[in-house]
C-alpha cells in the first residue's frame, strides 16, 4: 500500500475516533445537565414542603381560632401564613416545570443523539472497511501482476537463451518460445486487471475522502450542533420556569407588606381585647363603716348589700367568703375550677355561658346564634335547589324521578325543625341575658321568629329521626319565677281540636312549650302550622304543647 495512503488513512481514523469521543461527552453532559435539573427540582420540592410544614406548625389551632379573627396581628399572620403558603405551591409549580420542560426533554434528546450517532458512526466504519477491502483487492492485482511480469521476464530470458544456441533443437527452441508467449498474455492479463483495479481503488478513494467521509463528518456535526442549541433553549426554559412564578411570589411578598403588615391596628386590636374581656358588672359599693361608739354595736358592722359579682352557684357554697368561717372545700373556687386531677374536667361550661360574666355571655350567645342562623341559610338554599330540581324532574320525567328527592327533603326539613328549635332557645337565653324577659307564654309557639316553614314533602321515610338535643338546660343560677304562669292560669278556656294526627315518630324534648310523644300515638290538633314548622296538640290527659309538623301525619 502507498505511504501516503497509510498516512491519510491514519489521519481519517484519528478524526473519526476524536470525534466519537466529543460526541459521546456531549451526551454525557446531557445526563451531567439533567442530574442538576433533578437536583435542582428536589430543592424545590424540600423547600415548599418546608414551607408548607412551617404553615402548618403556626397555623392556629381550633381552639385559638375565635382569637384570630378578633385581633388584627393575628389575624393579619394568618394572611401571612397563606401568603407563605402561596409561595409553596409556586415553588412546587417551579420543581413540576422543571421535570415536564426540561427533565423529560433532555432525556427524549438524548435517545435520539445517541441512536443518531450510533447510525453515523456505524456509516463511518461501514465506510472505511469498503475502502480498506478495495485497497487489499488492489494489493492482490498488483502482486499478481509482479508475479506474472517476472514469470513472462524469465520466459523471455529462456527462450532468448535457447534461441541463441546452435545445440538446441528447433522444437525446444518453439517450446520456449510458446511459453514466453502464454507468459506474456497471463502478464498482459494481470496487467489489464491491476489497471482496473488500480482506476476503482483511485476512485473509491476519491469518493471517500472528498464525499463519504466529508459527509458523514458534517452529520456528526450538524447533530452536535443541534445538542448544543437545543441546550441552550433548556437554558432557557429552565430560567423561565422559575422566572414565571416570580410574578405571584412578589405580588404574595407584596400582599405580606401592604395588606397585611400595614392591616395591623394596635387601636383595633386593644378595643377587642377590652370588649372581649369585658364584665359588665358595677363597681362594689362603698363599704360600711364600723361605729365603735354606738351602744352594743362594739364589734359589729353594717352587713353590705350583695354585689352583682358572685362565683359559683347561688346557694353561697363557693361565694366569695367575708370575715366569717372559711367553707370546708379546702381548695377554694380556683382548686375546684382549676383541678389538676386525671379525668377531671377544668370547666363545666354552662349552655347558656351564665358562667361568664355578662358581656361576655352575650357576646358567646350572639355567636352562637349566628352560628346556627348560618346553619340554617345554607340547609334552606339546599332544600330550595332540591325543589327545583323535583320541579325540573316533574316537568320532565326523562330526566329523573321526582320521588327519588323526597328522602332527601325530608332529612333536610328535619335537621331545619332541629336547627331552628335550637336557635330559639338560645334566642330566649340572649333576650333573658339582655333583661328582656324569662320563658314565652305557652301561647307563643317556640320558633315563631325562626323564619320560614320546613315542609317535609311527600310520605317521609319510616326511620326514626336523631333525638333532639336542642331543648334548653336546667342550671343552678337559671331559675323561673312561677308567679309569671299564675296570672294566666285558668282565665282561659281550653281550644277546641280543630282535627287530630298521629305521631310518626318519638319526641322528646325539656322546653316547657313542647309536648314530648312517642311514635304512633294519636293527638288532638289544636292550632294548625301557621308557616312556622310547629303544630300546637292536646294529649288524652290534656297536656298541650308544641311539636314538629314533619313528626306528625294529620288524620
Same mark, same amino acid.
Given at each position: 500500500?502507498?505511504?501516503?495512503?497509510? &498516512?491519510?488513512?491514519?489521519?481519517?481514523?484519528?478524526?473519526?475516533?476524536?470525534?466519537?469521543?466529543?460526541?459521546?461527552?456531549?451526551?454525557?453532559?446531557?445526563?451531567?445537565?439533567?442530574?442538576?435539573?433533578?437536583?435542582?427540582?428536589?430543592?424545590?420540592?424540600?423547600?415548599?414542603?418546608?414551607?408548607?410544614?412551617?404553615?402548618?406548625?403556626?397555623?392556629?389551632?381550633?381552639?385559638?381560632?375565635?382569637?384570630?379573627?378578633?385581633?388584627?396581628?393575628?389575624?393579619?399572620?394568618?394572611?401571612?401564613?397563606?401568603?407563605?403558603?402561596?409561595?409553596?405551591?409556586?415553588?412546587?409549580?417551579?420543581?413540576?416545570?422543571?421535570?415536564?420542560? &426540561?427533565?423529560?426533554?433532555?432525556?427524549?434528546?438524548?435517545?435520539?443523539?445517541?441512536?443518531?450517532?450510533?447510525?453515523?458512526?456505524?456509516?463511518?466504519?461501514?465506510?472505511?472497511?469498503?475502502?480498506?477491502?478495495?485497497?487489499?483487492?488492489?494489493?492482490?492485482?498488483?502482486?499478481?501482476?509482479?508475479?506474472?511480469?517476472?514469470?513472462?521476464?524469465?520466459?523471455?530470458?529462456?527462450?532468448?537463451?535457447?534461441?541463441?544456441?546452435?545445440?538446441?533443437?528447433?522444437?525446444?527452441?518453439?517450446?520456449?518460445?510458446?511459453?514466453?508467449?502464454?507468459?506474456?498474455?497471463?502478464?498482459?492479463?494481470?496487467?489489464?486487471?491491476?489497471?482496473?483495479?488500480?482506476?476503482?481503488?483511485?476512485?473509491?478513494?476519491?469518493?471517500?475522502?472528498?464525499?463519504?467521509? %466529508?459527509?458523514?463528518?458534517?452529520?456528526?456535526?450538524?447533530?452536535?450542533?443541534?445538542?448544543?442549541?437545543?441546550?441552550?433553549?433548556?437554558?432557557?426554559?429552565?430560567?423561565?420556569?422559575?422566572?414565571?412564578?416570580?410574578? &405571584?411570589?412578589?405580588?404574595?411578598?407584596?400582599?405580606?407588606?401592604?395588606?397585611?403588615?400595614?392591616?395591623?391596628? %394596635?387601636?383595633?386590636?386593644?378595643?377587642?381585647?377590652?370588649?372581649?374581656?369585658?364584665?359588665?358588672?358595677?363597681? $362594689?359599693?362603698?363599704?360600711?363603716?364600723?361605729?365603735?361608739?354606738?351602744?352594743?354595736?362594739?364589734?359589729?358592722?353594717?352587713? $353590705?348589700?350583695?354585689?352583682?359579682?358572685?362565683?359559683?352557684?347561688?346557694?353561697?357554697?363557693?361565694?366569695?367568703?367575708?370575715?366569717?368561717?372559711?367553707?370546708?372545700?379546702?381548695?377554694?373556687?380556683?382548686?375546684?375550677?382549676?383541678?389538676?386531677?386525671?379525668?377531671?374536667?377544668?370547666?363545666?361550661?354552662?349552655?347558656?355561658?351564665?358562667?361568664?360574666?355578662?358581656?361576655?355571655?352575650?357576646?358567646?350567645?350572639?355567636?352562637?346564634?349566628?352560628?346556627?342562623?348560618?346553619?340554617?341559610?345554607?340547609?334552606?338554599?339546599?332544600?330550595?335547589?332540591?325543589?327545583?330540581?323535583?320541579?325540573?324532574?316533574?316537568?320532565?320525567?326523562?330526566?329523573?324521578?321526582?320521588?327519588?328527592?323526597?328522602?332527601?327533603?325530608?332529612?333536610?326539613?328535619?335537621?331545619?325543625?332541629?336547627?331552628?328549635?335550637?336557635?330559639?332557645?338560645?334566642?330566649?337565653?340572649?333576650?333573658?341575658?339582655?333583661?328582656?324577659?324569662?320563658?314565652?307564654?305557652?301561647?307563643?309557639?317556640?320558633?315563631?321568629?325562626?323564619?320560614?316553614?320546613?315542609?317535609?314533602?311527600?310520605?317521609?321515610?319510616?326511620?326514626?329521626?336523631?333525638?333532639?338535643?336542642?331543648?334548653?338546660?336546667?342550671?343552678?343560677?337559671?331559675?323561673?319565677?312561677?308567679?309569671?304562669?299564675?296570672?294566666?292560669?285558668?282565665?282561659?278556656?281550653?281550644?277546641?281540636?280543630?282535627?287530630?294526627?298521629?305521631?310518626?315518630?318519638?319526641?322528646?324534648?325539656?322546653?316547657?312549650?313542647?309536648?314530648?310523644?312517642?311514635?304512633?300515638?294519636?293527638?288532638?290538633?289544636?292550632?294548625?302550622?301557621?308557616?312556622?314548622?310547629?303544630?300546637?296538640?292536646?294529649?288524652?290527659?290534656?297536656?298541650?304543647?308544641? &311539636?314538629?309538623?314533619?313528626?306528625?301525619?294529620?288524620?
Amino acid at each position: 500500500m502507498n505511504e501516503s495512503t497509510d &498516512v491519510h488513512r491514519k489521519q481519517s481514523l484519528d478524526q473519526l475516533s476524536a470525534l466519537e469521543k466529543f460526541t459521546e461527552k456531549g451526551i454525557d453532559f446531557l445526563d451531567n445537565f439533567n442530574r442538576f435539573v433533578r437536583e435542582r427540582q428536589k430543592i424545590e420540592m424540600d423547600y415548599a414542603a418546608q414551607l408548607k410544614r412551617l404553615v402548618k406548625s403556626y397555623s392556629p389551632k381550633r381552639k385559638d381560632e375565635e382569637e384570630y379573627k378578633i385581633y388584627s396581628s393575628l389575624r393579619t399572620f394568618k394572611g401571612v401564613l397563606q401568603e407563605v403558603g402561596s409561595i409553596a405551591n409556586q415553588h412546587e409549580l417551579v420543581a413540576e416545570n422543571m421535570v415536564q420542560s &426540561v427533565f423529560n426533554e433532555v432525556v427524549k434528546l438524548r435517545q435520539e443523539l445517541k441512536k443518531e450517532r450510533m447510525d453515523h458512526l456505524h456509516e463511518a466504519k461501514q465506510e472505511d472497511a469498503h475502502m480498506e477491502k478495495s485497497r487489499r483487492k488492489l494489493d492482490s492485482c498488483k502482486s499478481q501482476y509482479r508475479s506474472a511480469h517476472e514469470a513472462w521476464l524469465q520466459a523471455k530470458i529462456l527462450f532468448e537463451k535457447a534461441d541463441s544456441d546452435d545445440n538446441r533443437t528447433k522444437a525446444e527452441v518453439e517450446r520456449a518460445k510458446s511459453t514466453m508467449e502464454q507468459k506474456d498474455q497471463f502478464r498482459e492479463k494481470q496487467k489489464n486487471e491491476y489497471i482496473l483495479q488500480l482506476k476503482n481503488t483511485n476512485e473509491d478513494q476519491q469518493e471517500h475522502y472528498s464525499s463519504k467521509l %466529508p459527509t458523514i463528518f458534517n452529520k456528526l456535526q450538524a447533530m452536535e450542533e443541534r445538542r448544543i442549541t437545543c441546550l441552550g433553549k433548556y437554558y432557557e426554559t429552565y430560567a423561565d420556569c422559575h422566572k414565571k412564578v416570580l410574578p &405571584v411570589i412578589t405580588q404574595c411578598l407584596d400582599d405580606i407588606q401592604v395588606k397585611h403588615g400595614q392591616a395591623v391596628t %394596635p387601636a383595633e386590636d386593644s378595643q377587642a381585647l377590652i370588649t372581649k374581656f369585658e364584665t359588665g358588672n358595677q363597681p $362594689p359599693k362603698d363599704l360600711p363603716m364600723m361605729d365603735l361608739d354606738e351602744p352594743g354595736g362594739r364589734g359589729q358592722t353594717q352587713a $353590705p348589700e350583695k354585689d352583682n359579682v358572685s362565683i359559683g352557684s347561688q346557694n353561697g357554697a363557693n361565694s366569695l367568703p367575708g370575715r366569717g368561717k372559711a367553707p370546708k372545700n379546702k381548695k377554694g373556687v380556683f382548686g375546684t375550677i382549676f383541678s389538676s386531677k386525671k379525668g377531671s374536667r377544668r370547666w363545666e361550661e354552662a349552655k347558656d355561658f351564665s358562667h361568664l360574666p355578662p358581656n361576655q355571655q352575650k357576646q358567646k350567645l350572639q355567636g352562637k346564634i349566628d352560628e346556627i342562623q348560618g346553619k340554617i341559610d345554607q340547609e334552606v338554599k339546599q332544600k330550595e335547589a332540591l325543589l327545583k330540581m323535583r320541579d325540573v324532574y316533574t316537568a320532565n320525567n326523562s330526566l329523573g324521578d321526582p320521588n327519588s328527592l323526597n328522602k332527601q327533603l325530608e332529612t333536610i326539613g328535619k335537621k331545619i325543625d332541629l336547627l331552628r328549635l335550637e336557635l330559639n332557645t338560645y334566642q330566649e337565653f340572649k333576650d333573658k341575658a339582655d333583661g328582656k324577659g324569662g320563658t314565652p307564654s305557652q301561647k307563643s309557639s317556640p320558633t315563631r321568629s325562626s323564619g320560614p316553614p320546613a315542609n317535609v314533602p311527600n310520605s317521609p321515610s319510616k326511620e326514626r329521626p336523631p333525638s333532639s338535643p336542642l331543648s334548653p338546660l336546667e342550671h343552678e343560677d337559671s331559675f323561673i319565677d312561677d308567679d309569671d304562669f299564675d296570672e294566666d292560669e285558668g282565665t282561659a278556656a281550653d281550644p277546641k281540636p280543630v282535627g287530630t294526627c298521629t305521631a310518626m315518630y318519638e319526641f322528646n324534648s325539656d322546653d316547657p312549650n313542647l309536648l314530648n310523644m312517642v311514635e304512633g300515638e294519636v293527638l288532638d290538633v289544636i292550632e294548625k302550622d301557621s308557616g312556622d314548622g310547629w303544630t300546637r296538640v292536646r294529649r288524652s290527659d290534656n297536656s298541650e304543647g308544641y &311539636v314538629p309538623t314533619s313528626y306528625v301525619n294529620h288524620l
